[in-house]
Nanobody, 125 residues
């Protein structure tokens, strides 16, 4: 099991940027495919993007492609979500999650076993 802690959320204006961090303890993050998900009030938790284990391969939801970037710092055992050109519809609680079993980048939240507590991102119009 890996413990995950997100940080970096906050309030930002439309068009602004934020960088979320997901710090891990207990296991080496490079062994996991790391996903970012988000959940807005009254909506299902949805896939944002993920980075494949032991790789720099990433995959993104169409809604964030070209605006969000996921990266990994193995020395810090941390994964990042850089969010640019933010829109009000990006407002949600953002979660990082670890998938230690799949051999591919899954969009399915059920494939991710370990989750952080979430961090709120609010984009004002």
């Amino acid at each position: 099991q890996v413990q995950l802690v997100e940080s970096g959320g906050g309030l930002v204006q439309t068009g602004g940027s934020l960088r979320l961090s997901c710090a891990a303890s207990g296991r080496t993050l490079s062994s996991y495919t790391m996903g970012w998900f988000r959940q807005a009030p009254g909506k299902e938790r949805e896939f944002v993007g993920a980075i494949l284990r032991s790789s720099s391969y990433t995959r993104y939801a169409d809604s964030v492609k070209g605006r969000f970037t996921i990266s990994r710092d193995n020395a810090k055992n941390t994964v990042y979500l850089q969010m640019n050109s933010l829109k009000p519809e990006d407002t949600a609680v953002y979660y990082c999650a670890a998938d230690g079993r799949s051999l591919y980048v899954s969009r399915n939240k059920d494939n991710y076993n370990d989750w952080g507590q979430g961090t709120q991102v609010t984009v004002s119009s």
